[in-house]
């Protein structure tokens, strides 16, 4: 009886020595198995963002790319000085608006979506065009009097003198009535022309002075170089009898 006690004493403590290093492998795994069993790292959403991607070729639109969006979240896109217009991107939080005007957008989040207001301008492409000179005539009116009781368009006509062949912005002002204009002009050197309709105002009686006008044209900066500007041209009319 004392024999079959022992033995049973003994065969216990042999299944409590195996369990034991089974309960530390458990708690106690190596460093690479607990990286293993580590669930993965969630992915941090891209934030908003805006670009223009230049149509190319003779274009001179350009489509609206968004990225970075909430999955169908709503957005309200508008052109500075232009329209206004909401859409909602797709559900990869993309979006294109295709051949739209080049220029400056502002993109903001609806209803309290994700993100705040951005700004999308392109950046400036290479402009393999160097504008040296611009010098401003009048072409219009071309008739010797005309009758100055009534407001008169008087058309300027400018002269880009330069190298190289591109599309290029240029600026015309009319310093004495504010209007301004800003064409893209295809230049293909050594010149290339340009035109600018402004109403010369109309006088009251004529013991008025004669009513004139002024032009200047611009070019901004192209690439690397500097930019030109032509003298302040300026038309006095010829006033027909009476008027």
């Known amino acids: 009886m004392q024999h079959s006690a022992m033995e049973g004493n003994m065969k216990r403590q042999r299944r409590c020595a195996l369990i034991v290093p089974l309960l530390a492998s458990a708690v106690a795994l190596p460093p690479t198995m607990g990286a293993q069993a580590a ?28 990225t970075g969006y909430r999955s169908n979240q709503k957005v309200s896109i508008t052109r500075i000085g232009g329209r206004t217009f909401e859409t909602r991107v797709d559900g990869g939080g993309n979006f294109i608006v295709k051949n739209q005007r080049d220029g400056t957008y502002k993109v903001r989040p609806v209803d309290g979506g994700r993100g705040s207001t951005i700004s999308c301008t392109d950046a400036p492409a290479p402009v393999n065009v160097n504008i040296t000179e611009a010098d401003v005539v ?46 893209m002009v295809k230049f293909t050197g050594p010149s290339s022309k340009t035109q600018f309709v402004v109403n ?40 027909a009898p009476g008027t």
Do not use: H, M, Y
């Not at 149509?55 to 790319?65: R, W």
């Not at 044209?217 to 041209?233: D, H, N, W």
């Open 39 to 66: 669930p993965s790292a969630v992915q941090v959403p891209a934030a908003p963002a805006c670009r223009l991607i230049p149509l190319g070729g003779s274009s001179i639109n350009v489509n609206v790319e968004l």
């Open 200 to 239: 010369a105002p109309a006088r009251g009686n004529p013991a008025e002075p004669r009513p004139k006008v002024q032009a200047q044209l611009i070019v901004p900066r192209q690439g690397a170089e500097q930019g030109v500007r032509s003298a302040v041209f300026t038309v006095t009319l010829v006033c």
């Open 138 to 183: 009048a072409t219009k009116p071309d008739t010797p009097t005309v009758p100055c009781n009534q407001a008169t368009p008087v058309t300027f006509e400018g002269t880009l003198s330069g190298t190289g062949t591109g599309d290029i912005r240029v600026v015309w002002v009319s310093p004495d009535t504010d209007k301004q204009s800003e064409p």
